[in-house]
């Protein structure tokens, strides 16, 4: 999933869903949290650019930084899970790791897509109202 707008500018909103997605953290927490409703958070989230108070509030509930969000890349969190899962499978061999990365990375795909399903659903509801 890109995280970037067409003109190469970062994407906040994506960022923003993906991190929480990777936090296992759904919309309703986050909008309990902020004091808004789950839609605002579903808006912010396909925002290209959030104002840099609501990005703190939301970056202190996810447990990062601001700049962190900012940052955020996928390509990053894929290094660092195949580094992490190569330095514990070089530094001893013998010992079985109970963590599966690729299974994770299944994993935070199969919600995404459940989410993009909703997402659809919703929006055939709103076309079928009009």
């Known amino acids: 999933m890109e995280t970037s707008t067409k003109s190469g500018k970062a994407h906040i909103g994506r960022k923003i869903s993906r991190i ?56 990053a969190v894929i290094n660092v899970i195949s580094s992490t899962f190569n330095d514990n499978a070089s530094v001893n061999s013998n010992c079985s790791i109970n963590f599966n990365p690729i299974d994770k990375i299944v994993d935070l795909y199969e919600r995404l897509l459940a989410s993009e399903r909703e997402k659809i659903e919703l929006l055939k509801d709103l076309h079928q109202q009009k």
Do not use: C, H, M, P
């Not at 605002?40 to 202190?60: F, G, Y």
């Open 20 to 75: 929480r997605d990777i936090k296992g953290i759904k919309q309703d927490y986050l909008a309990l949290e902020l004091g808004v409703s789950q839609q605002t958070i579903s808006k912010i989230e396909q925002s290209a650019e959030v104002d840099e108070s609501t990005l703190e509030k939301i970056a202190n509930i996810l447990g990062i930084s601001s700049d962190t969000i900012k940052n955020f890349s996928e390509e």
